[in-house]
């Protein structure tokens, strides 16, 4: 495994009508939806783990606490910067800011586990025997 506390990552996406409150039902406006952010995020944190975990090892996310403080219409783009700031045996925490041309538009922490991907799967492919 070759994580440290501060790496960091940032990952942006255009503002489109797929990823719009509307288009997601999350609301009735046409502009960047909460859920998109929260998978911006989620994107975002797996991307800055990406090859840096033991083979046959992945990462699941388990909490998200975020603010979402300003709409982003259509046509504009949002950044998500993401940061490890916590590593706690299995327990990964980012420190997340979501920002667009004009300034913040969402931030918080976002919380991954480390998982053995084969055992994971197989507990979760037999939960409802």
Known sequence: ????????ITLSED???ENTA???GS?????????AMCTLIERSAVALLADKLDE???????????????A?????????????TEIDRKRLE??????DAKGRVGIGTHERFIVEAASFMEKAEHKFD
């Open 72 to 84: 982003t219409p259509v046509g504009g783009t949002v950044k998500c910067h993401c940061t490890l």
């Open 15 to 17: 503002v489109v009508p």
């Open 94 to 99: 980012f420190h997340v800011e979501v920002t």
């Open 56 to 70: 046959g090892m992945t990462t699941v996310g388990t909490k998200l606490n975020i603010a979402h403080v300003s």
């Open 27 to 35: 609301g009735s406006l046409p502009v960047y939806a909460t859920p």
């Open 1 to 8: 495994m070759n994580i440290q506390i501060g790496d960091e």
């Open 22 to 24: 509307r288009t997601w």
